[in-house]
């Protein structure tokens, strides 16, 4: 199951959209607030961004792996999924209302578009177009309500953050025991041997977890030099409440933890080119409906990028992210790379 690298993807910035949890470790893990710049000026702020994360290399470990090596493990004798490939396009809008220069409230709202393709369980000579089972799904996500307080110290550049993710998206699964589907109308697979058998696709691939999440987060900027500023911030995310949760029928997105660090380089305000180190780890998920072998690791993103101010409070910014490190528990799908771009206006 996709499950390890789509949620990690986009949770890195601390309020930066969930990806929902399309694989376990991959996704994109950008920190918009620092795209953007962090600030302690009152007012209104909206973002738009759009993320493309296309997962087409099957790894294993901290390297890739063929089809045939999974396939193999069924030809033994066990029960491993092969992955075909996922492609993921989120579209997040952010709304951040900050009273006064210590409080921030913010509602990230997702909008995913997901398309994913499977061999299931199949051996080295199933590895076949006529044995591909494919599913399309789009819709909105799970929505994130952050709330941050920056009045530490005089300079406001250090923040605390506490948050939910709500469970406003569909989700659900196949009971194991009796085959029931449970959940809030999830998705099913519409073509190949899957589609054929009315099956589900995996819950860690639904636009989302039917989990409430609770956020924890910081973050500290500072100018370093004439021309640089530089940052870090950090979150941690946890499921708190279950909607699936019947015998047979639960799941548990794993843990999230979220790092990233990064320099901008404001010579010209207009112009920022920056960098940003992101590294992410998501430990296994949980649960009956749960792929626990497939949904766990460590990545490290590279993520060079540039800001542009073309209007008052009018920004657009565009980040490339490559990965530096990955270490990922079983066999998932893996993006070679992604991208994000996006606007910001102030108000």
Known sequence: MDTALTAIACLAGLAAPMAAQ??????????TDAAMGYSAMPGWRV??????????QLRSGSGAVSPTQAAAINAAGGSQEVEHQTINRYVNLGISYSPNSNWNFSAIVPYIDRSHT????????????DNLSGAT???????????SYQGFLPTHNFGLQ????????????QNVNT???????????SSGPNAASNQVVDTSLQPGTGSTDLIVGAYYYQPVSQNFDAFVNGQFQSAVMENLNEPGANYRPGNLTTMSVGLRYEANPRIVPQLQINVTHKSADQGALADTTDTAGTIVYLSPGVTVSVAKNLQFYAFVQKALYSHLDGYQLFPRWTGTIGVSYAF
């Open 137 to 147: 799904s789009s819709g909105i996500g799970d929505i994130k309500l952050i709330g």
């Open 179 to 189: 085959g029931a589907t449970v959940g809030r109308n999830p998705v099913f697979f």
């Open 162 to 173: 506490l948050g939910v993710k709500l469970p406003t998206g569909r989700y659900g699964g």
């Open 22 to 31: 399309a694989c376990a470790t991959c996704g994109c893990s950008l920190s």
């Open 47 to 56: 973002n738009l961004d759009y993320s493309f994360i296309p997962q087409n």
């Open 118 to 129: 499977t061999y299931s369980n199949a051996t080295p000579d199933q590895l076949t177009s």
